[in-house]
Antibody, heavy 122, light 109 residues
């Protein structure tokens, strides 16, 4: 069964850091770009970050709202994608989803994790 | 930033009837549009990409159309499992500057 499972969320104070993990199973993780999206409580979806697979250089992209504060990475040997979040702000609060790209479509995604909640509050 | 506007915000339709959801882009996005379905407490699910290509496993009652700035998601013969929130997503630019619409809630009439 194809599956993505996020972990590492929780309650954190403004200005602090948190690292999310996304563990994949059921498909060849190394063959696909990965993305992170988020959804503030009761709000719509926001694309956060993208990482290519190593065959295409493993390059990364970020939304303007998180650029310079968030870092996406991957460990293909463990089938895990990460999102390192620093200098967290209250507006970073939300459900974070990792998602697998449709082959050849970069930020169009066809497999989502169940999501992990990040709450930034003092 | 490309602004995606979905209409209506809420659509009430009877089971078995047809639903038409709209999405408008503030500038041309060619056919770089996807539709996602999200049920309460669940992750989104990809329905359509490339404006009109159904994702794997999506029933034929779902169809997408449009290009440029105007897009439509049609769901014929609504089933109980189709009632959800639908989001459109534009992915026209690289580096990515993806944006989503605010969603249309499809509810049972």
């Amino acid at each position: 069964e194809l599956q993505l499972v996020e972990s590492g969320g929780g309650l954190v104070q403004p200005g602090r850091s948190l690292r999310l993990s996304c563990t994949a199973s059921g498909f060849t993780f190394a063959d696909y770009p990965m993305n992170w999206f988020r959804q503030a409580p009761g709000k719509g979806l926001e694309w956060v970050s993208f990482i290519r697979h190593k065959a295409y250089g493993g390059t990364t992209e970020y939304a303007a709202s998180v650029k310079g504060r968030f870092t996406i990475s991957r460990d293909d040997s463990k089938s895990v994608a990460y999102l390192q979040m620093t200098s967290l702000k209250i507006e970073d609060t939300g459900m974070y989803y990792c998602a697998k790209a449709v082959r050849g479509r970069r930020t169009v995604v066809d497999l989502w994790g169940q999501g992990i909640l990040v709450t930034v509050s003092s | 930033e490309i602004v995606m506007t979905q209409s209506p915000a809420t659509l009430s339709v009877s089971p078995g009837a047809r639903a038409t959801l709209s999405c408008r882009a503030s500038q041309s996005i060619n056919s770089n549009l996807a539709w996602y379905q999200q049920k309460p407490g669940q992750a989104p699910r990809l329905i359509i990409y490339g404006a009109s290509t159904r994702a794997t496993g999506i029933p034929a009652r779902f169809s997408g159309s449009g290009s440029g700035t105007e897009f439509t998601l049609n769901i014929s013969s609504l089933q109980s499992e189709d009632f959800a929130v639908y989001y459109c997503h534009q992915y026209n630019n690289w580096p990515p500057r993806d944006t989503f619409g605010q969603g249309t809630k499809l509810e049972i009439k």
